[in-house]
């Protein structure tokens, strides 16, 4: 037997050593000589950290994750659209108003475009800002926390998926449409969209000391798709670019219907001029209904805020406010380099990659040559703003990033490579292959005045048979490339929870330092904190009780409650009395219709246990907090409906 | 002199030792600053998590209030005023006799510390959570040193003087050299 | 016995290490696993193993004894890829037949690896984005529509009979594959003169 055990263990390791010598050698084939060092390159050894964040969405998961680069890995999922059992985001009574809309509480949302706020066209690292595509609404982020602090839900649109981009001083973060619809919606035929359907594009003004944002004005567009969007950075600051696709208006059968024409546009909206226009009143007041949730951090809980009415621009009315640029074939991407001189559209059905000039635009405009206009809106000449054209570059252009040095990096979802091409030459450098299908890339800083371009991310659509297979559905991933050379070099491989869909990134210093260790219990305001243990209590109001209750190592106060009765419903406020790092308590309850909490230090939050039996049922710490963990419990006790058992609440019998 | 018993008052501005605990769990130490009227944290909470680490021991906690804190600032000022008077009278045995007196008063201060820590790290709550037994299956204290570094099961623990301290050696070294500068002046004053 | 055991486990090792430093030796650069890597370049998506799900567009293609001129166009211009990605595609096959209608000499120029871009933008002239069977195509040819191509070229769809053209050229066939659709044509799909 032993004798075998040693033979299984010769071949083990036999077939190890040979393992490892292919994938020395296929290494040295792939990358040459060079190509040994990969491992050291991404290795962050055990206690060090990472260089960058990259805080990469979930897309269809709702949460923004974050990661580091260049190890790829993952440190917290931040939920922001779809409730989180795990945090109890979602679940617990503080929490809940966060995903309030106008249709109800919605547990679920469609995560696409994190950015991070910028000052004078650089990161500043203070929030990050992502769009729900499904039912529209922007949230931000707050770099301190790594919580969502704000939704604002989007009116007057669908499908908000060119969002949420921020301009070069945070003035703005934007939303659009890219399903039009009847505005204000109404009850017609599909078929009568052509000329009835709209599509609005909407400015979030975002207060530069809290970051709170409120919808300053919408643009109220033809009913064409917004696909996706860019500010204007340096000279073209005070201008936003959106693709649009469907500007053959068509109602069905998109895949045919709205690939027809050679060309759809690039909208350019002066929101300078849109300034002008509301100070000088040419808006209309529009009736409407739509959730506003902020979190304050102090109460640690949120609020809804009904927000009545919108201002609304109308382009056709106003002039200079919009122009249309022509574009080939349904453009998807819209890229605006760090000078702020090109904007670079991909037509994902297109050959090329077409470039248009900020300078040559505001040319034309001045010329007032236009090729005709629709809808009011003038469209300029194709050949007056075209910058140059990447000539067949791959197949299915996406987007587009930039690393600071004069270079443009473009994701070809068909042919399923990343390319490297030079502005103004527009002459292609490198390729190189993703594994598979990417959509968006992501250089940190790689769409601000500032890149850091020294990393680049893919984010990948479908991976097969790149990682260990697990049924049907398989992992996603990104893959870390090295951008500091003339060519391209792929690092790593990264699994990532959902679908990844877009990312920002950022030096690691500039968000590091100004991470909260822990909320201050002075500076708790809860309306039901229990700031210490001596203030723990038991309150009945009719069938309702609200438990007043404390937690620090290793015990609940109190945990001891008696005077309960069936038919209750049943109020846990639980304070972490801790004040240290990371030491967070979780609590939950037998049978308790919700999740368990996770409870920061200095931190307060609620849930709610409905007594439907008789008996004595426990309650527990659900995270491992300390050496006496295990013994952090406690019991609630039950009576019969109409029982005399008098409330009572104990710690140690006391 | 006069400046020698002026730095006893920096005891009132500045901590006079300091103890920190290192953990693999507090990679910033926790640490407190002992003064002579109070103990405070070095970092927010940083006794609160002290307290909370060694309730599981059975530790007691570290008192808000000694009656060392009454005793030690009206020393600490009888002392200066003295010194600062002995200044005015210039004679130079007091000086020496000023500086016996405060050494054995900073002894006497340094024992009552060593008391104070040792109560604290031996004097357990029978009903403690954990209990550890050393080699010969006694107890385990976890008493702090009085001074330099020493492991206490997963901590480290330091205990240095702090800044109030150099004060308070400087002060007395202050007032010998006030001593010696004065006995060689008479020396010169003699030769000539 | 059993130190007898761990000398051959230690002197194997030793071995399998030897051979490690050697193939990472400048001298054995060339090796085997050179370059069974050459052959698969470049690796990616068309490199995937999966006998169990419907075969695509490069598999089907593969498999047919009528388009191994296709194939190996397909493989020269280095665009697997573009062929086994999730599409949809409609590739407009033509038969071996088909190729041998050029002039002489004109696939095996077009084989030659200078010209790989070349046979590449013709290969891609061929595929449309979308699923276009001959049902399809009829729509397409009955709404007056033409046939957007990769290249961003357009092809004219008519309709005779039951037959359907693209630029004049009959489809003999449609076959459904898990990635779009494969029309087999009897000619090469040229740009037209004008």
Same mark, same amino acid.
């Given at each position: 037997?032993?004798?075998?055990?040693?033979?299984?263990?010769?071949?083990?390791?036999?077939?190890?050593?040979?393992?490892?010598?292919?994938?020395?050698?296929?290494?040295?084939?792939?990358?040459?000589?060079?190509?040994?060092?990969?491992?050291?390159?991404?290795?962050?050894?055990?206690?060090?950290?990472?260089?960058?964040?990259?805080?990469?969405?979930?897309?269809?998961?709702?949460?923004?994750?974050?990661?580091?680069?260049?190890?790829?890995?993952?440190?917290?999922?931040?939920?922001?659209?779809?409730?989180?059992?795990?945090?109890?985001?979602?679940?617990?009574?503080?929490?809940?108003?966060?995903?309030?809309?106008?249709?109800?509480?919605?547990?679920?949302?469609?995560?696409?475009?994190?950015?991070?706020?910028?000052?004078?066209?650089?990161?500043?690292?203070?929030?990050?800002?992502?769009?729900?595509?499904?039912?529209?609404?922007?949230?931000?982020?707050?770099?301190?926390?790594?919580?969502?602090?704000?939704?604002?839900?989007?009116?007057?649109?669908?499908?908000?998926?060119?969002?949420?981009?921020?301009?070069?001083?945070?003035?703005?973060?934007?939303?659009?449409?890219?399903?039009?619809?009847?505005?204000?919606?109404?009850?017609?035929?599909?078929?009568?969209?052509?000329?009835?359907?709209?599509?609005?594009?909407?400015?979030?003004?975002?207060?530069?000391?809290?970051?709170?944002?409120?919808?300053?004005?919408?643009?109220?567009?033809?009913?064409?798709?917004?696909?996706?969007?860019?500010?204007?950075?340096?000279?073209? @600051?005070?201008?936003?670019?959106?693709?649009?696709?469907?500007?053959?208006?068509? @109602?069905?059968?998109?895949?045919?219907?709205?690939?027809?024409?050679?060309?759809?546009?690039?909208?350019?909206?002066?929101?300078?001029?849109?300034?002008?226009?509301?100070?000088?009143?040419?808006?209309?007041?529009?009736?409407?209904?739509?959730?506003?949730?902020?979190?304050?951090?102090?109460?640690?809980?949120?609020?809804?805020?009904?927000?009545?009415?919108?201002?609304?621009?109308?382009?056709?009315?106003?002039?200079?406010?919009?122009?249309?640029?022509?574009?080939?074939?349904?453009?998807?991407?819209?890229?605006?380099?760090?000078?702020?001189?090109?904007?670079?559209?991909?037509?994902?059905?297109?050959?090329?990659?077409?470039?248009?000039?900020?300078?040559?635009?505001?040319?034309?405009?001045?010329?007032?040559?236009?090729?005709?206009?629709?809808?009011?809106?003038?469209?300029?000449?194709?050949?007056?703003?075209?910058?140059?054209?990447?000539?067949?570059?791959?197949?299915?252009?996406?987007?587009?990033?930039?690393?600071?040095?004069?270079?443009?990096?473009?994701?070809?979802?068909?042919?399923?490579?990343?390319?490297?091409?030079?502005?103004?030459?527009?002459?292609?450098?490198?390729?190189?292959?993703?594994?598979?299908?990417?959509?968006?890339?992501?250089?940190?800083?790689?769409?601000?005045?500032?890149?850091?371009?020294?990393?680049?991310?893919?984010?990948?659509?479908?991976?097969?048979?790149?990682?260990?297979?697990?049924?049907?559905?398989?992992?996603?991933?990104?893959?870390?490339?090295?951008?500091?050379?003339?060519?391209?070099?792929?690092?790593?491989?990264?699994?990532?929870?959902?679908?990844?869909?877009?990312?920002?990134?950022?030096?690691?210093?500039?968000?590091?330092?100004?991470?909260?260790?822990?909320?201050?219990?002075?500076?708790?305001?809860?309306?039901?904190?229990?700031?210490?243990?001596?203030?723990?209590?038991?309150?009945?109001?009719?069938?309702?009780?609200?438990?007043?209750?404390?937690?620090?190592?290793?015990?609940?106060?109190?945990?001891?409650?008696?005077?309960?009765?069936?038919?209750?419903?049943?109020?846990?406020?639980?304070?972490?009395?801790?004040?240290?790092?990371?030491?967070?308590?979780?609590?939950?309850?037998?049978?308790?219709?919700?999740?368990?909490?996770?409870?920061?230090?200095?931190?307060?939050?609620?849930?709610?246990?409905?007594?439907?039996?008789?008996?004595?049922?426990?309650?527990?710490?659900?995270?491992?907090?300390?050496?006496?963990?295990?013994?952090?419990?406690?019991?609630?006790?039950?009576?019969?409906?109409?029982?005399?058992?008098?409330?009572?609440?104990?710690?140690?019998?006391? | 002199?006069?400046?020698?018993?002026?730095?006893?008052?920096?005891?009132?501005?500045?901590?006079?030792?300091?103890?920190?605990?290192?953990?693999?769990?507090?990679?910033?130490?926790?640490?407190?600053?002992?003064?002579?009227?109070?103990?405070?944290?070095?970092?927010?909470?940083?006794?609160?998590?002290?307290?909370?680490?060694?309730?599981?021991?059975?530790?007691?906690?570290?008192?808000?209030?000694?009656?060392?804190?009454?005793?030690?600032?009206?020393?600490?000022?009888?002392?200066?005023?003295?010194?600062?008077?002995?200044?005015?009278?210039?004679?130079?045995?007091?000086?020496?006799?000023?500086?016996?007196?405060?050494?054995?008063?900073?002894?006497?201060?340094?024992?009552?510390?060593?008391?104070?820590?040792?109560?604290?790290?031996?004097?357990?709550?029978?009903?403690?959570?954990?209990?550890?037994?050393?080699?010969?299956?006694?107890?385990?204290?976890?008493?702090?040193?009085?001074?330099?570094?020493?492991?206490?099961?997963?901590?480290?623990?330091?205990?240095?003087?702090?800044?109030?301290?150099?004060?308070?050696?400087?002060?007395?070294?202050?007032?010998?050299?006030?001593?010696?500068?004065?006995?060689?002046?008479?020396?010169?004053?003699?030769?000539? | 016995?059993?130190?007898?055991?761990?000398?051959?486990?230690?002197?194997?090792?030793?071995?399998?290490?030897?051979?490690?430093?050697?193939?990472?030796?400048?001298?054995?650069?060339?090796?085997?696993?050179?370059?069974?890597?050459?052959?698969?370049?470049?690796?990616?998506?068309?490199?995937?193993?999966?006998?169990?799900?419907?075969?695509?567009?490069?598999?089907?293609?593969?498999?047919?004894?009528?388009?191994?001129?296709?194939?190996?166009?397909?493989?020269?211009?280095?665009?697997?890829?573009?062929?086994?990605?999730?599409?949809?595609?409609?590739?407009?096959?033509?038969?071996?037949?088909?190729?041998?209608?050029?002039?002489?000499?004109?696939?095996?120029?077009?084989?030659?690896?200078?010209?790989?871009?070349?046979?590449?933008?013709?290969?891609?002239?061929?595929?449309?984005?979308?699923?276009?069977?001959?049902?399809?195509?009829?729509?397409?040819?009955?709404?007056?529509?033409?046939?957007?191509?990769?290249?961003?070229?357009?092809?004219?769809?008519?309709?005779?009979?039951?037959?359907?053209?693209?630029?004049?050229?009959?489809?003999?066939?449609?076959?459904?594959?898990?990635?779009?659709?494969?029309?087999?044509?009897?000619?090469?799909?040229?740009?037209?003169?004008?």
């Amino acid at each position: 037997m032993k004798f075998f055990n040693y033979l299984l263990l010769f071949a083990v390791v036999g077939a190890v050593s040979l393992t490892s010598c292919n994938t020395g050698s296929s290494k040295k084939g792939n990358q040459g000589a060079l190509g040994g060092n990969l491992a050291e390159r991404v290795y962050v050894a055990p206690g060090e950290h990472d260089e960058f964040y990259a805080f990469i969405s979930g897309g269809f998961n709702g949460q923004l994750a974050v990661y580091g680069l260049p190890s790829g890995r993952l440190f917290k999922v931040i939920p922001v659209f779809s409730v989180d059992a795990e945090k109890a985001y979602g679940f617990n009574e503080e929490t809940k108003p966060m995903l309030n809309t106008s249709y109800g509480f919605i547990p679920w949302g469609d995560l696409h475009h994190p950015d991070i706020s910028q000052t004078n066209g650089k990161l500043d690292g203070r929030w990050v800002f992502v769009n729900e595509n499904n039912t529209p609404r922007i949230a931000r982020v707050d770099l301190t926390t790594f919580e969502t602090e704000e939704i604002i839900e989007i009116p007057n649109s669908a499908g908000n998926h060119s969002s949420s981009y921020v301009t070069d001083n945070t003035e703005y973060v934007i939303a659009g449409t890219r399903f039009a619809v009847p505005v204000p919606q109404r009850d017609m035929p599909i078929n009568e969209y052509k000329g009835n359907f709209k599509g609005a594009l909407s400015f979030l003004k975002v207060d530069p000391e809290t970051g709170e944002m409120n919808i300053a004005f919408q643009i109220m567009m033809p009913g064409f798709d917004y696909d996706k969007a860019h500010p204007g950075r340096g000279k073209s @600051h005070g201008w936003f670019f959106y693709t649009t696709y469907n500007t053959e208006e068509a @109602h069905t059968l998109l895949e045919v219907n709205a690939s027809q024409r050679d060309k759809d546009f690039v909208a350019a909206v002066n929101w300078k001029k849109a300034e002008e226009y509301i100070k000088e009143g040419k808006f209309e007041t529009m009736k409407t209904n739509y959730a506003h949730n902020i979190y304050d951090e102090e109460t640690h809980s949120a609020k809804t805020i009904w927000e009545k009415e919108v201002k609304i621009l109308d382009p056709s009315k106003l002039p200079g406010l919009v122009y249309f640029m022509p574009m080939p074939k349904s453009p998807h991407g819209c890229d605006v380099d760090p000078s702020g001189e090109y904007i670079v559209g991909s037509g994902k059905l297109s050959a090329n990659v077409t470039v248009h000039s900020f300078t040559k635009m505001l040319e034309a405009i001045k010329n007032e040559k236009f090729a005709g206009d629709a809808y009011g809106i003038p469209i300029l000449n194709f050949e007056d703003v075209l910058a140059g054209t990447v000539v067949q570059p791959g197949l299915g252009p996406l987007h587009t990033e930039f690393d600071g040095k004069g270079n443009a990096y473009t994701t070809f979802f068909i042919s399923s490579e990343v390319v490297k091409w030079k502005l103004g030459t527009w002459e292609v450098v490198d390729r190189k292959p993703t594994y598979y299908s990417v959509g968006h890339l992501m250089i940190p800083g790689g769409n601000s005045q500032a890149p850091f371009g020294k990393y680049l991310v893919a984010m990948n659509k479908i991976t097969k048979d790149r990682y260990l297979p697990t049924g049907p559905e398989v992992t996603q991933s990104a893959q870390l490339y090295d951008i500091t050379g003339e060519k391209m070099e792929l690092l790593l491989d990264f699994p990532t929870v959902g679908e990844p869909h877009y990312a920002a990134g950022i030096p690691a210093d500039l968000v590091a330092p100004n991470s909260k260790k822990y909320y201050k219990l002075e500076e708790n305001k809860h309306p039901y904190a229990t700031l210490s243990e001596k203030d723990t209590k038991v309150v009945r109001d009719g069938n309702t009780v609200h438990v007043y209750m404390t937690m620090i190592r290793s015990h609940f106060a109190p945990d001891n409650i008696e005077g309960i009765k069936v038919g209750d419903k049943v109020y846990f406020h639980v304070t972490n009395l801790e004040q240290d790092y990371d030491v967070p308590h979780g609590i939950s309850m037998i049978g308790a219709n919700t999740s368990e909490m996770l409870i920061m230090p200095g931190q307060t939050e609620t849930f709610v246990w409905d007594a439907t039996a008789e008996g004595v049922w426990p309650f527990y710490c659900t995270d491992f907090c300390s050496a006496l963990h295990q013994e952090m419990q406690g019991y609630v006790r039950v009576s019969p409906k109409g029982s005399d058992v008098p409330l009572k609440w104990s710690l140690d019998d006391e | 002199m006069i400046i020698g018993a002026l730095l006893l008052l920096a005891l009132f501005v500045f901590p006079l030792w300091n103890i920190t605990l290192e953990a693999p769990q507090y990679p910033d130490p926790l640490g407190m600053n002992i003064w002579i009227n109070k103990i405070t944290d070095q970092e927010p909470n940083d006794i609160k998590n002290i307290n909370l680490m060694n309730h599981y021991v059975g530790m007691k906690e570290i008192p808000e209030h000694m009656p060392e804190f009454d005793i030690f600032p009206k020393v600490i000022i009888a002392m200066s005023v003295m010194g600062i008077i002995i200044g005015f009278v210039g004679r130079r045995g007091l000086y020496v006799t000023w500086f016996v007196v405060m050494s054995i008063l900073g002894a006497a201060g340094m024992y009552d510390f060593y008391l104070w820590e040792y109560e604290y790290g031996h004097n357990l709550n029978e009903n403690a959570a954990i209990k550890f037994l050393d080699d010969q299956g006694n107890p385990l204290d976890y008493q702090p040193p009085l001074f330099g570094t020493e492991v206490i099961l997963n901590f480290i623990a330091r205990s240095y003087p702090s800044t109030g301290a150099y004060f308070l050696f400087s002060g007395m070294m202050l007032s010998l050299v006030a001593f010696y500068v004065d006995k060689k002046e008479e020396q010169k004053n003699e030769i000539t | 016995m059993k130190s007898l055991i761990y000398t051959l486990f230690i002197a194997s090792a030793l071995i399998f290490l030897g051979a490690c430093s050697g193939g990472t030796d400048e001298t054995s650069q060339a090796g085997a696993a050179d370059a069974d890597i050459l052959k698969n370049t470049p690796k990616g998506q068309a490199s995937v193993v999966d006998n169990e799900s419907a075969p695509n567009i490069l598999q089907v293609a593969i498999g047919s004894p009528d388009h191994t001129t296709l194939v190996a166009a397909v493989q020269a211009a280095e665009i697997e890829h573009v062929l086994v990605n999730a599409g949809p595609l409609t590739v407009f096959a033509p038969t071996n037949a088909a190729f041998e209608k050029l002039p002489a000499g004109t696939v095996e120029n077009l084989l030659k690896p200078e010209n790989k871009q070349q046979l590449a933008t013709i290969l891609t002239r061929h595929a449309a984005p979308g699923s276009y069977a001959i049902d399809d195509l009829k729509k397409e040819a009955r709404k007056g529509r033409k046939l957007y191509m990769a290249t961003g070229d357009y092809l004219d769809v008519t309709v005779e009979g039951d037959d359907v053209y693209i630029n004049g050229i009959k489809v003999l066939a449609s076959i459904q594959t898990s990635n779009g659709i494969i029309n087999v044509i009897d000619e090469v799909i040229l740009p037209k003169s004008e």
